[in-house]
């Protein structure tokens, strides 16, 4: 048991905090909502030098080896900066996908170009239907004679307005909502009958809806074994909210801090608004969410490698609960405790808000992930 | 960063689980089990294997009986303690006197009590609230007058836990009145037996004898019972505030609460379906189930934290344990009682101490399930209350 960075660790917290806090003012941020993608192409290519966008790649694909435990560090710095980069769309989610399942020639032409900045992705999979079910794959694709065929529409695609590749969720064969039969692509948006359609999100961020009209691709795009791409799906899924867990937490860390600061210095009644008990006992429960999250995402970073998925997956519904649970509740009371100003749109402590709402939908809400966690028994086996 | 144990750990895990699977008296642990009230002789006797052993009073420095596990064994030893289930060592001798004295006591002091109180031979109960002085406790008026070799007490406490068990009281009492009133009060150790001292009884909604009140009426103490300075007291009271913070959530307790409702929701239907089937009660126990974990590694990392701070320093991540550890045990309690359902309000209070010669008219297990709830809402209360603990956070953390 032991909670303690090692040094690099610890340097790379340092570095990334460091980055955030001299690039991603509350100021400067608007200024990267404004360029033509919607986030900043400078911020994206000194991720690329720090080596942040091949961090959890292979030292071989341009990587620098690190694990769950450097993606929560870098993840909880962007909570705090509320970037704005498609870091979770291109190296946690399509990244993850290829480096945990890919062949080596894919990871070979696709890790090294993610790593260095030049290439974004974005992971095509939710469709209209599907809500929140992972399985739920209605996007079909036919055998062609050299490759496959690729029909369906794709929702929510996190950065689906900028990314150069996708991989995207197919199905081969079985009924829409069946575990077997789905296959996952690499698929060029610039091929013939790939049509998107870009939008804003509410927290800032950009998506698409993305749109796959007899889309050709060959045999060699697919990752792993056609038909049996659910455990992956599921695995990467859930070392994704472990990432955004720990993003989470930074949001919250950062909008309690700024909440503190206002209740120290915001004078009513000719005092500190502070020295109120019922906005001290506020502050207080905001505080124990923020702890209670903090502790979860420990818990998810250090169980999202578990070699056991149904445990690892238990592990990530609990973390992802109380880490809602919180975001929803601190997210609520900074607004509150900042009265009129935490309502407009110029200052900084409603988009943690917005931000925190946006990430609770994302793989799953939190009444998804309770039923779940109940469906499989819960955390704590009958006993005594 | 590694949340698992080490192996080192986890052999030290077993060979405490191991230990209090053998030495615990069958008697103790069925009581435990099922939740029954403890006998005094239950929690004496249990303290002596664990001092016999060499385990009563493990936080305490090795040349007093220590075991100079470090944060993390202590830790351990704790929780597994919690889940055997066994009973905790008397908290006011091992966690509360037992460390003053060390701090503050003289070499006297230390030598005639520290032994008598890690083998509970010493009961000691804890005078510190008084009917004016709950929450605001330096305002308490209980006066100690000087006299030669004396002091002499008079006034009231309240609240006093299992004074009835007593043999001792350390006692926070006034002997000074002038300035803040932090700066006049004292800490004496009080011989119960003394003449003067009355001790009555308070029943509690669980309708059992807890607490108590102690009136003093010229009571005669010793001046050598004085530990420390006089005036001041309530710092070495204080000095236990955030520093004995292992264990008072509880985790290991609620979890086993938690085991034994999902146990027993299997064997209690609605309709046709075992109650631990049905999904309200499956997401109500998992929202639970998730807090607790949360709050088991908010506790891990209190743990593991403190091996960097210096000895005795409070870290603040602390104060969230009293906190979110009291709702939680309440939380569970009240699952208890619900799996337990119109069985629960059956009052068998022989079936609560576990003398009845009579078998229960509802299933045994569904007798203490009430008592626990309505005497578990005091934990929110007792040790500061919950409220009181916010003010000392936003204060002392927030610095608001």
């Known amino acids: 048991m032991d909670f303690d960075f090692s040094d690099e660790q610890r340097m790379l917290k340092e570095s990334v905090e460091q980055l955030i806090t001299d690039r991603y003012t509350f100021e400067q941020r608007k200024q990267y909502m404004k360029e033509p993608a919607g986030y900043s192409r400078d911020m994206w290519e000194r991720y690329a030098e720090m080596g942040l966008l091949g961090l959890p790649f292979d030292e071989k694909h341009g990587g620098v080896g690190g694990g769950a435990v450097e993606t929560m560090i870098v993840m909880e710095a962007f909570g705090r900066g509320l970037t704005l980069e498609p870091y979770l769309a291109t190296v946690v989610m399509a990244g993850g996908l290829i480096n945990q399942g890919g062949s080596d020639a894919q990871k070979n032409a696709l890790l090294p170009k993610i790593a260095d900045g030049s290439l974004l992705m974005a992971y095509a999979h939710s469709e209209a239907q599907s809500r929140y079910d992972l399985a739920d794959v209605a996007t079909t694709a036919k055998r062609d004679a050299d490759g496959w065929i690729l029909d369906g529409e794709k929702s929510f695609v996190a950065h689906g307005n900028c990314a150069d590749k996708l991989v995207v969720s197919a199905r081969i064969a079985g009924e829409r909502k069946s575990p077997e039969g789905i296959a996952l692509f690499v698929v060029d948006t610039k091929a013939p009958g790939v049509s998107r359609k870009s939008y804003e999100t509410q927290d800032g961020q950009r998506a698409a809806q993305i749109k796959l009209s007899g889309v050709k691709v060959s045999s060699n795009d697919a990752i792993g074994d056609p038909g049996k791409a659910l455990s992956l799906i599921r695995t990467m899924a859930d070392r994704t909210l472990a990432a955004v867990g720990a993003e989470a937490v930074g949001a919250m860390g950062a909008a309690h801090e700024v909440t503190i600061e206002y209740l120290r210095t915001r004078k009513q009644f000719g005092v500190a608004i502070g020295s109120f008990q019922v906005l001290q006992h506020r502050a207080v429960d905001i505080l124990v969410a923020l702890e209670q999250a903090r502790s979860m995402a420990l818990y998810a970073t250090m169980m999202a490698n578990d070699p056991d998925p149904a445990e690892r997956s238990k592990a990530i519904s609990a973390a992802t609960i109380q880490i809602r649970r919180s975001g929803k509740f601190v997210g609520q009371q900074v607004v509150q405790l900042h009265g009129g100003i935490g309502m407009t749109l110029e200052y900084k402590i409603g988009h943690y808000f917005k931000r925190l709402t946006a990430m609770e939908s994302l793989l799953g809400d939190t009444d998804h992930h309770l039923a779940a966690l109940a469906r499989a028994g819960g955390l704590i086996a009958a006993g005594a | ?400």
Not at chain 2, 49 to 67: F, Q
Not at chain 2, 182 to 198: C, R, W
Not at chain 2, 371 to 376: G, H, L, N, V
């Open chain 2, 1 to 400: 960063m590694e949340l698992r144990y080490t192996p080192d750990e986890i052999q030290f895990r077993d060979e405490v689980r191991a230990f209090f699977r053998t030495a615990q008296p069958a008697h103790i642990r069925r009581k435990m089990e099922l939740g029954q009230r403890l006998a005094k002789e239950d929690i004496v006797d249990w303290q002596r294997i664990l001092n016999a052993k060499g385990w009563a009073v493990p936080s305490w420095p090795v040349e007093w009986g220590g075991t100079g596990w470090g944060p993390v064994k202590t830790y351990i030893f704790k929780e597994e303690m919690q889940l055997a289930p066994a009973p905790d060592p008397l908290g006011f001798n091992v966690s509360m006197v037992g460390p003053v004295l060390i701090a503050f006591g003289s070499e006297a002091q230390k030598k005639h009590f520290l032994p008598k109180v890690a083998n509970c031979d010493y009961w000691f109960c804890q005078g510190f609230s008084e009917p004016g002085a709950g929450s605001d406790l330096a305002s308490l008026r209980t006066a100690a007058k000087r006299d030669g070799d004396h002091y002499i007490v008079n006034g009231q406490k309240i609240w006093t836990s299992r004074a009835q068990h007593a043999d001792w009281m350390f006692c926070l009492v006034r002997t000074k009145t002038e300035g803040k009133p932090q700066t006049g009060i004292s800490y004496l150790l009080i011989d119960v037996k003394t003449p003067g001292l009355t001790i009555r009884p308070i029943y509690t909604i669980d309708g059992e004898h807890h607490f108590n009140e102690v009136f003093f009426d010229n009571v005669k103490v010793p001046a050598e019972n004085l530990v420390g300075e006089e005036n001041k007291g309530w710092s070495y009271a204080k000095y236990l505030l955030g520093n004995e913070r292992l264990g008072i959530a509880r985790v290991g307790a609620s979890k086993y609460r938690l085991q034994r409702a999902k146990q027993l929701a299997a064997g209690v239907y609605i309709g046709d379906i075992p109650l631990s089937e049905t999904e309200r009660f499956r997401e109500k126990v998992a929202a639970v189930e998730v807090e607790l974990k949360a709050l088991e590694i908010t506790q891990m990392r209190v743990v593991a934290n403190s091996v960097h701070l210096p000895p005795g320093a409070p870290d603040p991540t602390s104060s969230i344990l009293k906190l979110k550890g009291t709702e939680l045990q309440q939380a569970t309690t009240e699952i208890l009682m619900e799996v337990a359902g119109p069985d629960a309000m059956i009052r068998e209070q022989e079936h609560l101490w576990g003398t009845a010669t009579e078998p229960s008219i509802g299933p045994e297990w569904t007798t203490t399930a009430a008592a626990d709830y309505f005497y578990t809402r005091a934990s929110s209360i007792y040790g500061g209350s919950n409220e009181i603990q916010k003010n000392v956070i936003a204060k002392r953390i927030l610095e608001l």
